[in-house]
């Protein structure tokens, strides 16, 4: 297990590369960040001055080797926006964006695991149909209008929930349905179908030829094994959820690393952007190293060694 | 020795014969499937939509009425029956600016699957067939792509090219490529322990060869399906993009930049988000099971008359 | 006929599956019976109807499937009407099932011992320490070698052959009147085969419960059972003892299975074989459903359909063939 | 349902972060985007001074709408020479750790953004030489030539006083964390991109000057979402409400929309080179003639705003107050002098327009190319995200025009008729004008107010006269308001919570 | 009929496999000390001579199928040669190969996973005939046609797909695949053992007669030991990678000299009731070990009733004990029951 690991780990190196120079690339791609900065009608001496100052006007190898060897010490590079360093200002809203995106996971499970478990159950019916057509709606609403239209009922219409901002649960429950109800679809349809193949298996035969119940059945030996692929999907989602988070966060003004990447883009704040650009990938990458590892867990056929 | 009886009765083929059996196989495999029919119907309503918008609407899409300014759709009070979908904020029939939206939003939804498709097919077929080295430089490159969100990636990229209708398209189709690698190396991989492809080799056939006769069309039904699906999502993308002011830019008419645009009077003047997001859902639902029958369809098992 | 030594009686069974592409007539009015203590086989080609007739006993057909006309009665209860509760104490309890392949025939995510306990629980007013007692016992009893250990183990870890014991010591946990084991040696190299073989020997000795086998095997029901049944098309078309049916086969179709079975103890120039294949379930030919391959067809074959015959009481034939014979003796 | 009753079924009413109003002696406020910096003097952001000069206190204000320059933390000042200022500082004035403010702090941050030019303020402030600190709260500031707009300079972005020691003992960085200044607010918290909190400085050198205890400054970028907060009691005020939400706020019971004018003025910048056609002054007449600056503002903002023929407005020093207030509107003579240009059969020209920087700025571009095409002129609207079109436009690489909104926050209106100079149009549009370019940099050093007023005046006239832009109007704000508070916009869009109130 | 035992010439010899070897590198553990080889073949020599049927039998997974994959070139051998017709498999020129791979073709086991689901019957006999170019337009239409008949399918059938078809028909198409290009000789990977009995006697029949028609040779790989002493002029048993005995198929059913030949032979259930043999006598017990870990000496000797200390220590070579018999067995069994024990 720990060699797997190692393994795993070692793997994650030559991504982070190729990672890393995209993200450098970025930077000559975004042209020029210093207009942005200063007013509209602001002089050429003034943009001059400002890019001089920023050291924009090096040659591109040194600029490189500098990002490559501050990369690699956790420097980013200073936010033009924040005037500060960019690592920590990244840092300082993954907690939101983490809080978002876990509560929108178990609002997920919890429309998925029974909504596909019973559609495969109840293959071919009314309600299969209905769940496949109820999730393919998931999938056509886009977040932002799915978001205000949740606002504009339950928090106007009916004020069951703030309509916006952080800082209590009651905050957190309209954007994480938001959020949760897209995964939700695509996590149902594969519930749906891992649940059909396993419900097929002979294993589930033999349970039913043995007496058991038909509950128990389900629940526990076709469940526990379509658990395997869910559970990875599930994991796999969490690129999704940066994904959504981004257009979310906006629409709840959340404090998290969506608003943060939206302005630092807009603003042409390129250490934010590729600062957030190699986090959020990293931690994908560590979260998909993670459901690589729980898939063995959960699956005793899968050596370890 | 005995001849074995074909399983099935035996039609015969002359002229006419095949081409009504073409005919009626097809209709029948339309009908067969009642999601399939209505994901045929809608997916081709919709592109017929598209070809002709500049015959079917009423107005031109960017004829601004002052005079009719936020008028709701002909059932609701207020309506009127110049507009039966009413109008926007600037008095634009909604109409006509949903089946223009039509072309634009099945343009960026069509060319960048593609894009993405045939990048991603390319690269799919040759890491699962040959493997090795390549196949590992090309699945870490994969990873990479894939440890980036999506929405990210083409936000970022966006963000610093201009946006426009063709960035769009080639940079969503460049983001997606990867699923497509991914999606048809697994198969290729499966399918190359499949014997016949251990009988082609043994017939001496040539490895190109092998790839595009004996592969590509096994790895297609999971392709094309995919591809539908990534159509109807390119689709909600677009607005998503929209709403960050990435999408397609106006005066081009996109069901997702009037999604985007119609996102403030959803409280006030509702149906100027709404006909949008429901051509949206719409197209997306026939989309999904167009793609449902395609890939029965594309079985061969499918394509023979039952008795 | 000891009426009370009837463990199982199937009457007139019909089992259709309604699919898109029509009515598949599966099983298509079976009947036959189990005593107490027999070993019945059921052999016939693929897509005879041989599983979906053991399913039916089971009351596992699922829609589209469903048993449209026929009586199971076993050991006096009439299992078509049971409630799916009742029913549920009769699977595993009284009548245990084992499938042809113990690889997939196990849930790979739990143990040997959770999933060999978990039917003694079930039917057994025991608790898990002596579930898993009895559980061990078991697998030692069909011949497992370090049965505590293989009891923790992940049915992963196990060969085809060590896997098809734990079906078996599985299936024989809760002592079951009878045992339907639905080619249970199919998937096993023939070493392993002999080995499973011997076991269910050993088992339908010592323990009195009647087995059905199902096989294609003509060489398995030779060595194993008692009476032969075989089906063809969704109906049995011969029934004898197992020295009759191998010494004297009525049924062209039972003639031309054993003629096509390359021996080996004996020396053949040329295989015999049957002509044609079997026939598609959804277009079933007129009258005799062998007649297009049956080298004897006759015209009648092609018009009705034969009934079953019965031939001195030993064995009974649907055939035209013998047709005659029977109207004699009626 | 009333607002208040409204809040008490909101779950998150009293919640920590959930600001709301039910507490009477807390100001909520949403803007459109967030604080960018505790840094004063890198920013160029109005909404974030529109905080600041809540927590920091300033030489002089700039009372634009009323007495203009007022004094804060000077209580005198005069001109010693042409290139040299005396002032005097009040003695009670402390920051919030309670050091007292003086006139080393004074030097501390004008010299600071005097000097350092990395600093996005450093333009604005570069003219300063050298703060010469004569005692505790007196001190020279020597300027680099004449400044007739020094005083203007002084009472706006990056003219808060900074704590000197705190700032030396601490380091900058702890200064950003944990700011203090000496304005009537403190800082509480700043969650990014959420909230900014202040709470009251109870010994502020002016006094009790308002009735809230504390200040939330939320950021909500999305307009429907702060209207909703605005409906669902959230928050107080919100500003930036769309036209469409205007009825919603208004028919909701307990808020109303409240209107006040902004210093932006919105305009087209035609393109003067050569290769395009609105380099023909007849052209740019046409275009001038065909769009109904009146109807633009009835029908997009409500009839709210006012036409203009000049970017100064009102309340800057120089204004030309004959130009604002008027518009041209013939689109008959229009088309006669698009013929008299050689453009009879009809004129493609490509407009560019940023989408949703401005209020109404997709309407009112889509509306203006309505508007030409009435006389025969074809747009081609090019619709950018902001980053894109800022990096089009600084490239010099725009077509024939493009819509903008500029302001000018220096209050005179030497900051905005600079742009019509040869020194900025010249490589931007291509414009220049020596006359223009003489009587601006005469005006620029002339410290006598009168005539340089009349510089300033003659100057718009002329670039009306030119059109080197082509004036739309002057944009009003609109605030959703929640009935309970007291609330008149600014003209400078500043939040000064002494004259926001609670209603009664 | 007893089958001639080919006569031994040597230009009779069709193929010759000398120390064929195919190891497979299974090591799980990255950082392993040691490599865990899989020994799929371990050390193979046989010859097949021209017209015969040459049968390898033995458990699943002891490398029939990957000992027929490096014949056909579809895997490379770890190590020793193969000689087609004198010259050496691995050592042809490009243009020599595929003239090779002409004169030697398969038939598979799967009937359904070894035709193209996506193709026409005609697209998957013309196939060869197209690679190779040996006939284009109506010819080519003319040589589907004929091989159709020559495996006894209707030619209308040709426009159909594979799924329209029963195994045995399935099973029919690949043969008519394999003899399009005239081969020598054909590998024959369990052609019948997905079939149902009444089929799997038809295609043998068909196999035998093309046999006689076109003058081939076969190497017919099997688990199922009564078909391939049907069909069979001689036999190799494989166990673990090895071959363990070979001979003539009447004087191997006969006088089997391999402990493992006799188990296998005995467990063979009998079709006849009267002859049950599971009640009697010894079974092999246990199952094959795992090819990674062979056990030491002779492989077989964990599940041989017979083996002793020499098995143990040493691995026996496969020798000549009768006329044309090898087996691979310290102590092989004499005719009738009974082992030779030379060094007792
Ligand atoms: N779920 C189902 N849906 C439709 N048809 C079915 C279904 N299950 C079985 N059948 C049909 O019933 C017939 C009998 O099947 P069954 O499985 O009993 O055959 P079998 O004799 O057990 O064959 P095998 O030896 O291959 O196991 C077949 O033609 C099969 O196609
Ligand atoms: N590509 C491969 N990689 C690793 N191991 C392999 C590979 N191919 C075959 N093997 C292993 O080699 C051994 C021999 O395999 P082979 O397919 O030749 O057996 P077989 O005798 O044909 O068995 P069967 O009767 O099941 O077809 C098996 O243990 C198999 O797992
Ligand atoms: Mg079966
Ligand atoms: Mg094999």
Same mark, same amino acid.
Not at chain 1, 69 to 80: A, K
Not at chain 5, 253 to 277: N, Q
């Given at each position: 297990m720990r060699k797997y690991l190692l393994w795993r780990v070692l793997q994650i190196i030559p991504v982070l590369f190729l990672i890393s120079i995209f993200v450098f690339a970025l930077l000559y791609l975004a042209g020029d960040p210093v207009a942005l900065m200063l007013p509209e009608d602001a002089t050429q001496e003034q943009v001059d001055a400002l890019r001089e100052s920023l050291g924009l006007d090096q040659?591109?190898?040194?600029?490189?080797?500098?990002?490559?060897?501050?990369?690699?010490?956790?420097?980013?590079?200073?936010?033009?926006?924040?005037?500060?360093?960019?690592?920590?200002?990244?840092?300082e809203r993954l907690p939101a964006t983490f809080e978002l995106a876990f509560a929108s996971m178990i609002v997920a499970v919890l429309i998925a695991v029974p909504l596909g478990i019973l559609s495969a159950t109840k293959r071919n019916t009314a309600l299969d149909v209905f769940i496949s057509g109820a999730s393919v709606l998931g999938k056509a609403m886009p977040n932002f209008w799915l978001g205000i239209m949740l606002i504009l009922m339950l928090a106007i219409t009916y004020p069951f929930f703030p309509v916006s901002g952080s800082g209590s649960v009651a905050h957190l429950i309209l954007p994480a349905i938001t959020l949760g109800t897209g995964c939700a679809a695509e996590m149902t349809r594969v519930l749906r179908s891992s649940m059909l193949e396993t419900l097929n298996q002979d294993y589930v035969r033999t349970a039913v030829s043995k007496g058991v119940k038909n509950f128990f059945v389900v629940y526990k030996h076709a469940f526990r094994n379509a658990l395997i692929p869910f559970i990875t999907i599930t994991f796999l989602q969490v690129s999704t959820l940066v994904s959504g988070a981004l257009i979310t966060e906006v629409v709840f003004s959340w404090p998290g690393l969506g608003q943060l990447l939206i302005q630092a883009i807009n603003g042409r704040d390129m250490a934010v952007v590729q600062a957030t650009v190699f986090i959020v990938a990293f931690i994908v990458i560590v979260v998909n190293l993670m459901a690589d590892v729980l898939y063995r867990v959960l699956d005793p056929r899968i050596q370890f060694d | 020795m005995q001849t074995e009886q074909p399983v099935k009765h035996l039609r015969n083929h002359t002229t006419e014969n095949r081409l009504a059996n073409w005919t009626r196989r097809w209709a029948r495999l339309l009908f067969k499937s009642k999601t399939g029919t209505i994901g045929l119907i809608i997916t081709g309503l919709i592109f017929l939509l598209a070809i002709f918008a500049p015959v079917l609407s009423p107005y031109h899409p960017n004829v601004q009425n002052y005079a009719a300014m936020n008028v709701p759709p002909v059932w609701l009070e207020g309506g009127m029956k110049e507009h039966l979908l009413g109008t926007d904020n600037l008095g634009r029939d909604m109409l006509s600016r949903i089946i223009y939206g039509t072309q634009v939003s099945l343009l960026v939804g069509v060319c960048s699957v593609v894009v993405a498709g045939a990048i991603g097919m390319f690269f799919g077929l040759i890491a699962g067939y040959y493997g090795g080295f390549i196949d590992n430089v090309l699945m870490r490159i994969v990873d990479a792509f894939l440890a980036i969100p999506n929405v990210l990636f083409i936000l970022v990229i966006l963000g610093v090219l201009s946006p426009g209708l063709l960035t769009l398209i080639f940079v969503i189709g460049l983001t997606n490529w990867v699923i497509y690698a991914r999606l048809v190396r697994g198969d290729v991989l499966s399918i190359k322990e499949r014997e016949f492809i251990k009988a082609a080799r043994t017939i001496g056939t040539k490895n190109p060869v092998i790839i595009c006769k004996h592969v590509l069309p096994n790895v297609m039904p999971s392709f094309i399906v995919i591809s539908t699906l990534s159509v109807a999502t390119t689709i909600v993308l677009e607005a998503s993009l929209s709403y960050l002011g990435l999408g397609v830019q106006p005066p081009t008419v996109s069901w997702g930049g009037m999604l985007s645009a119609g996102r403030d009077y959803l409280a006030t003047s509702w149906w100027i988000a709404t006909f949008p997001g429901l051509a949206i859902m719409i197209t997306v639902l026939g989309i999904i099971f167009l793609g449902d029958w395609l890939r029965d369809v594309l079985d061969p098992r499918s394509q023979t008359l039952r008795s | 006929m000891a009426r009370q030594n009837r463990l199982l009686e199937v009457e007139n069974l019909k089992t259709y599956f309604h699919t898109e592409n029509g009515t598949v007539p599966s099983v298509d009015g079976v009947s036959f019976h189990v005593d107490r203590g027999e070993t019945v086989a059921i052999v016939g080609e693929s897509g005879s109807g041989k599983s979906v007739t053991s399913f039916s006993i089971m009351g596992l057909v699922s829609p589209p499937g469903k048993i449209e006309a026929g009586h199971i009665r076993f050991d006096g209860t009439e299992l078509t009407s049971l409630s799916e509760r009742k029913m549920r104490k009769v699977r595993g309890n009284e009548i245990a099932m084992i499938f042809q392949e113990p690889l997939t025939s196990l849930n790979p995510v739990f143990t040997v011992g959770h999933q060999i306990s978990e039917a003694i629980l079930l039917h057994q007013d025991t608790k898990k320490a002596e579930a898993r007692k009895q559980g061990i016992a078991m697998l030692k009893r069909v011949g497992i070698p370090r049965a505590e250990q293989v009891y923790q183990s992940y049915p992963h870890a196990l060969s085809g052959g060590m896997r098809q014991r734990v079906m078996i010591a599985m299936a024989l946990s809760c002592n079951p009147k009878m045992l339907i084991a639905d080619e249970p040696t199919t998937a096993l190299d023939v070493t392993i085969q002999a080995q499973i073989l011997r076991l269910l020997k050993k088992i339908s000795k010592e323990v009195d419960t009647s087995i059905i086998l199902i096989t294609h095997d003509l060489g398995v029901v030779a060595e194993l059972v008692d009476r032969v049944i075989v089906m063809y098309a969704g109906q049995i078309v011969e029934q004898a003892d197992v020295y009759t049916i191998f010494k004297d086969p009525k049924h062209p179709y039972t003639q031309g299975l054993l003629e096509s079975t390359p021996k080996i103890h004996e020396l053949h120039d040329e295989l015999k074989s049957i002509r044609g294949v079997v026939p598609v379930p959804t277009n079933m030919p007129t009258g005799c459903r062998f007649h297009p391959r049956c080298p004897h067809a006759m015209d009648i074959c092609k018009e009705k359909e034969p009934m079953m015959v019965d031939r001195d009481g030993k064995a009974q034939v649907r055939c035209w063939l013998y047709a005659s014979e029977k109207e004699d003796v009626g | 349902m009333t607002n208040e009753e409204n809040m008490t079924t909101a779950p998150d009413a009293g919640g920590e972060g959930g600001a709301s109003s039910s507490n009477d002696t807390t100001l909520t406020i949403a803007q459109g985007s967030d604080m960018v910096s505790f840094d004063v003097h890198d920013h160029s952001n109005t909404s974030t001074e529109a905080i600041h000069i809540n927590m920091f206190s300033y030489l002089v204000k700039n009372d634009v709408e009323g007495e203009g320059i007022v004094p804060d933390l000077a209580t005198d000042w005069e001109l010693v020479d042409d290139e040299t200022w005396q002032f005097t500082l009040r003695d009670d004035a402390v920051f919030h750790n309670g050091d007292p403010v003086t006139a080393e702090d004074v030097k501390f941050t004008l010299e600071r953004v005097a000097k350092d030019n990395t600093l996005q303020e450093h333009e604005n402030y570069r003219q300063i030489n050298e703060v010469e600190v004569i005692d505790d709260h007196t001190f020279l500031i020597h300027t680099n030539g004449p400044q007739p707009v020094m005083l203007n300079r002084l009472s706006r972005l990056g003219s808060g006083i900074l704590p000197k020691d705190y700032i030396e003992e601490n380091g900058w960085d702890h200064f950003l964390q944990e700011p203090v200044g000496s304005g009537p607010y403190q800082f509480v918290e700043w969650v990014r991109d959420d909230r900014v909190v202040l709470e009251r400085f109870d010994d502020y050198f002016g006094g009790d000057v308002a009735v809230w205890d504390q200040l939330v400054f939320r950021s909500i970028p999305e307009s429907s979402t702060r209207v909703g907060e605005v409906i669902a009691g959230g928050v107080d005020i919100a500003m930036n409400i769309a036209p469409i939400d205007w009825n919603r706020v208004n028919e909701n019971e307990g808020t109303s929309i409240v209107e006040g004018q902004t210093n932006r003025t919105m305009m087209l910048v035609p393109n003067h080179r050569e290769e395009y056609p609105t380099s023909d002054p007849l052209v740019r007449e046409a275009i001038d003639l065909a769009i109904d600056n009146q109807a633009l503002l009835d029908n997009l903002m409500g009839g709210s705003g006012t036409p203009t023929l000049t970017r100064v407005n009102p309340g800057n020093f120089g204004a030309n107050e004959a130009l604002h207030g008027e518009y041209r509107y013939d689109p008959d003579r229009a088309k006669e002098l698009l013929e008299e240009a050689g453009y009879g059969d009809g004129l493609e020209l490509t407009l560019h327009s940023p989408d949703g920087r401005y209020l109404q700025d997709r309407e009112t571009t889509e509306v203006i190319a309505g508007m030409l095409s009435e006389i025969g002129i074809d747009v081609k609207i090019?619709?950018?995200?902001?980053?894109?079109?800022?990096?089009?436009?600084?490239?010099?690489?725009?077509?024939?025009?493009?819509?903008?909104?500029?302001?000018g926050s220096l209050w005179d209106a030497a900051h905005q008729l600079r742009h019509h100079t040869s020194m900025v149009a010249e490589d931007h549009i291509g414009y220049s004008n020596e006359e223009f370019d003489q009587i601006y940099l005469e005006a620029e050093v002339n410290m006598d107010e009168a005539e340089r007023e009349q510089q300033y005046i003659d100057l718009q006239t002329m670039a009306d006269e030119e059109l080197i832009n082509i004036m739309l109007f002057q944009l009003d704000s609109f605030y959703a308001v929640n009935d309970r508070i007291q609330f008149e916009p600014r003209l400078d869009e500043m939040w000064r919570v002494e004259e926001i109130t609670l209603s009664e | 009929m007893i089958k001639e035992v080919a006569n031994t010439k040597e230009d009779d010899t069709l193929l010759e496999i000398k120390g064929l070897k195919k190891h497979f590198d299974v090591t799980r553990k990255i950082f392993a000390k040691k490599k865990d080889i899989l020994k799929a073949v371990d050390g193979v020599d046989f010859i097949v001579k021209k017209g015969e049927t040459f049968g390898i039998v033995g458990e699943s997974g002891c490398g029939k199928s990957t000992t027929g994959n490096m014949i056909m070139r579809l895997a490379d051998p770890t190590a020793g040669s193969i000689h087609f017709e004198g010259k050496d498999l691995s050592k042809l020129a490009k243009n020599e190969q595929s003239k090779m791979k002409k004169d030697i073709q398969m038939i598979f086991q799967d009937p359904f996973s070894s035709l193209n689901p996506r193709m026409r019957v005609f697209e998957i006999i013309a196939e060869p005939l197209r690679t190779h170019k040996i006939a284009t337009g109506k010819e080519l239409k003319q040589q589907v046609y004929e091989l159709l008949d020559v495996v006894g399918l209707d030619r209308s059938l040709a426009k159909r797909f594979p799924h329209e078809f029963s195994g045995g028909q399935r099973q029919r198409i690949g043969i008519a695949r394999a003899l399009a290009l005239r081969p020598k000789l054909i590998v024959c990977d369990e052609p019948v053992s997905a079939l149902d009995v009444s089929i799997q006697s038809q295609v043998l029949n068909l196999l035998s007669k093309l046999q006689k028609d076109f003058d081939l040779t076969y190497i017919f790989i099997a688990h199922g030991l009564p078909v391939v002493k049907h069909i069979s002029d001689r036999v190799a048993v494989m166990y673990l990678g090895k071959i363990v005995e070979t001979a003539a198929t009447e004087?191997?059913?006969?006088?089997?000299?391999?402990?493992? *030949?006799?188990?296998?032979?005995?467990?063979?259930?009998?079709?006849?009731? *009267?002859?049950?043999?599971?009640?009697?006598?010894?079974?092999?017990?246990g199952d094959l070990p795992s090819p990674v870990n062979p056990p030491s000496g002779c492989h077989f000797r964990t599940r041989c009733p017979y083996a002793n200390e020499k098995c143990k220590a040493e691995a026996p070579k496969l020798q000549e004990v009768a006329k044309a018999h090898y087996v691979a067995c310290h102590y092989p069994l004499q005719a009738g029951r009974g082992v030779i024990m030379e060094h007792a």
């Open positions: 040659p591109f190898y040194i600029q490189y080797l500098s990002f490559v060897g501050d990369v690699i010490q956790g420097d980013f590079g200073y936010s033009y926006r924040y005037s500060q360093p960019a690592l920590p200002i990244v840092l | - | - | 090019d619709f950018m995200e902001w980053s894109a079109y800022v990096d089009l436009r600084d490239a010099h690489e725009q077509k024939d025009l493009y819509l903008i909104g500029l302001t | 004087e191997l059913f006969k006088h089997p000299k391999h402990p493992y *030949t006799e188990g296998l032979l005995r467990a063979i259930p009998v079709p006849d009731p *009267t002859l049950r043999s599971l009640d009697s006598g010894e079974l092999l017990e």
